[in-house]
T-cell receptor
Framework: NAGVTQTPKFRVLKTGQSMTLLCAQDMNHEYMYWYRQDPGMGLRLIHYSVGEGTTAKGEVPDGYNVSRLKKQNFLLGLESAAPSQTSVYFC??????????FGPGTRLLVL | KNQVEQSPQSLIILEGKNCTLQCNYTVSPFSNLRWYKQDTGRGPVSLTIMTFSENTKSNGRYTATLDADTKQSSLHITASQLSDSASYICVVSAGKAAGNKLTFGGGTRVLVKP
């Protein structure tokens, strides 16, 4: 079991560029989540999904889009990156509302 | 607004010593409280979970307590080891739904020195 994996591990973008972060889980979990973690702050929920083909907004969704075309994958897109989106992004999955299992994170720097 | 406050923000302890981390929350309605351990450069990993009716839960050298009346929780680390150096995050759930029902604390960064 690989658990939750994230691609890429690290990325540098210029303002205005776009990119997609990929999250994959092999635990057959229904629920998947995208968070961002900034220094001195708790993790904040960006978007989440309760199943294939469904997504919903979290606490800080602006500037991000997501897609869940397959149960095991959850994609996070930045259409036009801004320096304020410099952060560490964590994906997580859970069996419905139970304990969340987190990926190793993607460190994003927007210049 | 739901909030989770953790203290201290950071602490340094000597290997073999004990320490206690604090978590105060104002989350309603309360469903459960979890403590996560996050190693540097890694994602958080669940240590314990407690519901309203539980007031203590152990996981090896980690013992969490919950006082639902005062809305406080603590995480006690016994006989600390170098591998305990990490951030510890208190997370309170306001329900079992998948939405933005989890409130994360800012974490306590623990450094264990030999």
């Amino acid at each position: 079991n690989a658990g939750v994996t994230q691609t890429p591990k690290f990325r540098v973008l210029k303002t205005g560029q776009s990119m997609t972060l990929l999250c994959a889980q092999d635990m057959n979990h229904e629920y998947m989540y995208w968070y961002r973690q900034d220094p001195g702050m708790g993790l904040r929920l960006i978007h989440y999904s309760v199943g294939e083909g469904t997504t919903a907004k979290g606490e800080v969704p602006d500037g991000y889009n997501v897609s869940r075309l397959k149960k095991q994958n959850f994609l996070l897109g930045l259409e036009s990156a801004a320096p304020s989106q410099t952060s560490v992004y964590f994906c997580a999955s859970s069996y419905r509302g139970q304990t969340q299992y987190f990926g190793p994170g993607t460190r994003l720097l927007v210049l | 607004k739901n909030q989770v406050e953790q203290s201290p923000q950071s602490l340094i302890i000597l290997e073999g010593k004990n320490c206690t981390l604090q978590c105060n929350y104002t989350v309603s309605p309360f469903s459960n409280l979890r403590w996560y351990k996050q190693d540097t450069g890694r994602g958080p990993v669940s240590l314990t979970i407690m519901t309203f009716s539980e007031n203590t839960k152990s996981n090896g050298r980690y013992t969490a307590t919950l006082d639902a009346d005062t809305k406080q929780s603590s995480l006690h680390i016994t006989a600390s080891q170098l591998s305990d150096s990490a951030s510890y995050i208190c997370v309170v759930s306001a329900g079992k739904a998948a939405g933005n029902k989890l409130t994360f604390g800012g974490g306590t960064r623990v450094l264990v020195k030999p």
